[in-house]
């Protein structure tokens, strides 16, 4: 059982826009950044998005990531085939004293 | 930019002690950046944060390993080190180093390419 809750699975089309959504409490995303990270299967976790909307380099402007109380949110426009992928959303929890993790949001690009 | 490279024994066995060590290199572990972390991820499933260390030596531990985790730094080998004692089948994973930011926010932004360790007699 993950701390922060994403839904398992999310598909859509080439070219759409899908969202994905982590969900928490105030120990964690209400007080903290939330970071995503997206992991092609059978590849190492890449850091997506930081401090709630922030794309490292190299990171395409189709991401984009936003937090409101408690839950947080990925958008990916213009979806590509590429973008098949686990995402994960992270923060710190100060309850737990802990970086907690989603349990992890499949996206199939139809 | 950091890099990261996990090394040690793919198979453990049960009741056993997993030792893992992490080299940096691109950058110095007393950076003051990072914390330098573990992560594993069962086959199949999410992931886990198992703990992160500063070059000081001052640890944080998820609460439901802490008892089995020690995480050390060996600063004159750039290297940080993992062991969790009294393994069992549900440890087998990929085990991941990373450098975990530090500052406002806590985010994982360079991982090591992981290493499976499977817990099996």
């Known amino acids: 059982q993950s701390v922060l809750t994403q839904p398992p699975s999310v598909s859509a089309a080439p070219g759409q826009k899908v969202t994905f959504s982590c969900s928490g409490r105030?120990?964690?995303?209400?007080?903290?950044?939330v970071s995503w990270y997206q992991q092609v299967p059978g590849t190492v976790p890449k850091l997506l998005m930081y401090?709630?909307?922030k794309r490292p380099s190299g990171i395409p402007d189709r991401f984009s990531g936003s937090k409101s109380g408690t839950s947080a949110t990925l958008v990916i426009t213009g979806l590509q085939t590429g973008d098949e992928a686990d995402y994960y959303c992270?923060?710190?929890?100060?309850?737990?004293?802990?970086?907690?993790f989603g349990g992890g949001t499949k996206l199939t690009v139809l | 930019q950091v890099q990261l490279q996990e090394s040690g024994p793919g198979l453990v066995k049960p009741s056993q002690t997993l030792s893992l060590t992490c080299s940096v290199s691109?950058?110095?572990?007393?950076?003051?950046?990072?914390?330098w972390s573990w992560i594993r991820q069962p086959a199949g499933k999410g992931l886990e944060w198992i703990g992160r260390i500063y070059t000081s030596g001052d640890t944080i531990y998820n609460p439901s390993l802490k008892s089995r985790v020690t995480i050390s730094v060996d600063t004159s080998k750039n290297q940080f080190s993992l062991k969790l004692t009294s393994v069992t089948a549900a440890d087998t994973a990929v085990y991941y180093c990373?450098?975990?930011?530090?500052?406002?926010?806590?985010?994982?932004?360079?991982w090591g390419q992981g290493t499976l360790v499977t817990v099996s007699s």
């Open positions: 990373a450098s975990l930011r530090r500052g406002v926010s806590y985010y994982l932004d360079n």
């Open positions: 691109g950058g110095s572990l007393n950076s003051g950046t990072y914390y």
């Open positions: 992270g923060t710190w929890d100060g309850s737990l004293s802990a970086v907690v």
């Open positions: 401090e709630n909307n």
């Open positions: 105030r120990s964690n995303i209400g007080n903290n950044y």
